[in-house]
């Protein structure tokens, strides 16, 4: 990994009510809210639901560079990232993310290697880096 | 809003033909990609635009959120969020995130409230409350 600095621009759009929609140059628009838990309206994504997006498949792209540089190649990758969101002193915080991960290669020999990289995909996680709460893993390598 | 913790359930899958998805139940997936190297598609989302847009998209429902308390109506809003990526140490982090907002309300005589529901967006934006990254806000109130 080298020094420099990157950046990353998003927008967002107020439409109506609690909803809005998310631009990024040259990506697909996405339509946002408010929770329903918090009053929005049901089956739009959150800012929520992008906070653990964000950790989860950072987790999934940092494990992706790991098995490059450790050259070896696995059949899926799978992981269910959970967060927890409770009242704190000053309104509502996450307190924790659990990341469920489910890697398959194709035979026995790879298993120790498909754990380090997900060890130290685990460590070199910069979303998870950039958090306050904790991020608890679970990881299953599977032969298949 | 209630006392019980929220909890936020998504899942990453990784297919080596097809690379990354966000799936959410009963919403929209997102397709997702590593910034750059090998298996990286420029139009897709990244984790670090998942993480600045969730922060972003968090500050606008928490605007909302206050305006409805305070019964204000605003005309429209946008605001675009800018995160900073830099290595600390051995690994990266967001370090710092700038979020500038552009709000068109009816009337000289609202500023006041509205300059007041934007601080208390940010202050109890949850996502912003998550995350070891400073947050800077710049807003601009128009009246048209």
């Given at each position: 990994?080298?020094?420099?600095?990157?950046?990353?621009?998003?927008?967002?759009?107020?439409?109506?009510?609690?909803?809005?929609?998310?631009?990024?140059?040259?990506?697909?628009?996405?339509?946002?809210?408010?929770?329903?838990?918090?009053?929005?309206?049901?089956?739009?994504?959150?800012?929520?639901?992008?906070?653990?997006?964000?950790?989860?498949?950072?987790?999934?792209?940092?494990?992706?560079?790991?098995?490059?540089?450790?050259?070896?190649?696995?059949?899926?990758?799978?992981?269910?990232?959970?967060?927890?969101?409770?009242?704190?002193?000053?309104?509502?915080?996450?307190?924790?993310?659990?990341?469920?991960?489910?890697?398959?290669?194709?035979?026995?020999?790879?298993?120790?290697?498909?754990?380090?990289?997900?060890?130290?995909?685990?460590?070199?996680?910069?979303?998870?880096?950039?958090?306050?709460?904790?991020?608890?893993?679970?990881?299953?390598?599977?032969?298949? | 809003?209630?006392?019980?913790?929220?909890?936020?359930?998504?899942?990453?899958?990784?297919?080596?033909?097809?690379?990354?998805?966000?799936?959410?139940?009963?919403?929209?997936?997102?397709?997702?990609?590593?910034?750059?190297?090998?298996?990286?598609?420029?139009?897709?989302?990244?984790?670090?635009?998942?993480?600045?847009?969730?922060?972003?998209?968090?500050?606008?429902?928490?605007?909302?959120?206050?305006?409805?308390?305070?019964?204000?109506?605003?005309?429209?809003?946008?605001?675009?969020?800018?995160?900073?990526?830099?290595?600390?140490?051995?690994?990266?982090?967001?370090?710092?995130?700038?979020?500038?907002?552009?709000?068109?309300?009816?009337?000289?005589?609202?500023?006041?409230?509205?300059?007041?529901?934007?601080?208390?967006g940010a202050k109890y934006c949850f996502v912003g409350n998550s995350m070891k990254s400073s947050i800077a806000h710049e807003n601009e109130i128009l009246v048209g």
């Open positions: 990994m080298s020094e420099e600095s990157h950046e990353y621009h998003v927008r967002v759009d107020w439409t109506h009510n609690k909803e809005g929609n998310l631009i990024v140059d040259g990506k697909p628009e996405m339509k946002i809210s408010t929770p329903p838990e918090f009053g929005g309206p049901d089956g739009i994504i959150s800012p929520e639901d992008l906070f653990v997006a964000a950790a989860t498949a950072c987790l999934m792209t940092t494990f992706v560079t790991f098995k490059e540089k450790m050259r070896f190649d696995f059949k899926s990758f799978t992981c269910k990232g959970k967060g927890i969101l409770e009242r704190v002193e000053k309104g509502f915080q996450f307190t924790r993310i659990h990341l469920t991960t489910t890697v398959t290669v194709e035979s026995e020999d790879l298993v120790p290697k498909a754990e380090r990289a997900m060890e130290l995909a685990g460590r070199y996680c910069l979303v998870s880096n950039s958090m306050k709460c904790p991020t608890e893993h679970e990881n299953h390598v599977l032969v298949g | 809003m209630g006392e019980e913790p929220k909890l936020y359930d998504v899942t990453v899958v990784w297919d080596p033909n097809k690379g990354g998805e966000v799936q959410l139940e009963g919403k929209s997936s997102i397709k997702v990609s590593r910034p750059k190297g090998e298996e990286s598609s420029p139009e897709l989302y990244t984790p670090e635009h998942l993480f600045v847009a969730s922060v972003t998209v968090c500050f606008m429902n928490s605007f909302i959120y206050f305006t409805r308390r305070m019964h204000i109506d605003f005309k429209s809003f946008e605001c675009v969020g800018s995160g900073t990526l830099e290595q600390i140490g051995k690994s990266f982090e967001i370090t710092k995130i700038e979020i500038k907002s552009r709000l068109v309300i009816d009337s000289e005589e609202l500023r006041s409230k509205f300059e007041r529901a934007l601080y208390l």
